[in-house]
């Protein structure tokens, strides 16, 4: 079984454009995690959904940050306009159940803003 | 604010010693305390957890002891491998935040051959 799929690997792109990252969580997980991870600031949770309803985004830094999860296979992480303080790697997980179980972590997107 | 304070932030340990990280918090409603580990170019991966009915979970080499009055929990290596050289993240949770993890800064672990 193909264990959470995340793309692109990596992306660099200039200041003010915009950025979509995509992941596919493990088939049957019905909780997905967006996480940002910098040296600074560690692994931080932006949004986390349960059954494809966001249930907390008190994580996502400012309106430039929206996330979607259009059905229980698919999410996006969309960044615009893009700002090189957002260079981190952006890592999906997701979980069976609430998220009190493992989480799966995909191999992450490293994103470069110029 | 860091809810969850993780120590050391880098450690290095001789082949077939013992590698401790530490790990300290203060809600007291925690009742989730997992480790992951996190090889480079890698997303972490669970290591072990534990809940706080237990002082002690041992898996192989890794254990996890816990001391509920101190608010701290550490991971023990036993015979440390070079293999086991990675970040290694602690982290926390409990229902009241809809079980949402709480991440320590995390150590990053050389074992040298």
Redesign the interface.
């Known amino acids: 079984d193909a264990g959470?799929i995340q793309s692109p690997r990596h992306e660099v792109t200039e200041m003010g454009q915009e950025v979509t990252l995509r992941c596919k969580p493990i088939s049957g997980h019905n909780s997905l995690f967006w996480y940002r991870q910098t040296m600074m600031?560690?692994?931080?949770?932006l949004i986390?959904f349960n059954n494809n309803v966001p249930?907390?985004d008190s994580g996502m830094p400012e309106d430039r940050f929206s996330a979607k999860m259009p059905n229980a296979s698919f999410s996006t992480l969309k960044i615009q306009p893009s700002e090189p303080r957002d260079s981190a790697v952006y890592?999906c997980?997701s979980t069976r159940g609430?998220?009190?179980n493992?989480?799966?972590?995909?191999?992450?997107t490293r994103l470069t803003v110029l | 604010q860091q809810q969850v304070k993780q120590s050391p932030q880098s450690l290095i340990v001789q082949k077939g010693g013992i590698s401790i990280i530490n790990c300290a918090y203060e809600n007291t409603a925690f009742d989730?305390f997992?480790w992951y580990q996190q090889f480079p170019?890698?997303?972490?991966?669970?290591l072990i957890?534990i809940r706080p009915d237990v002082s002690e979970k041992k898996e192989g080499r890794f254990t996890i002891s816990f001391n509920k009055s101190a608010k701290q929990f550490s991971l023990h290596i036993m015979d440390s491998q070079p293999g086991d050289s990675a970040t290694y993240?602690c982290a926390a949770?409990n229902?009241g935040?809809?079980?949402?993890?709480i991440?320590?800064?995390?150590t990053s672990l050389a074992v040298n051959p």
């Open positions: 959470v600031r560690g692994l931080e949770l986390y249930i907390d890592f997980a609430q998220s009190y493992e989480q799966f972590f995909g191999p992450g | 989730y997992p170019g890698k997303g972490p991966a669970l957890a993240f949770s229902a935040n809809n079980r949402k993890l991440w320590g800064l995390g």
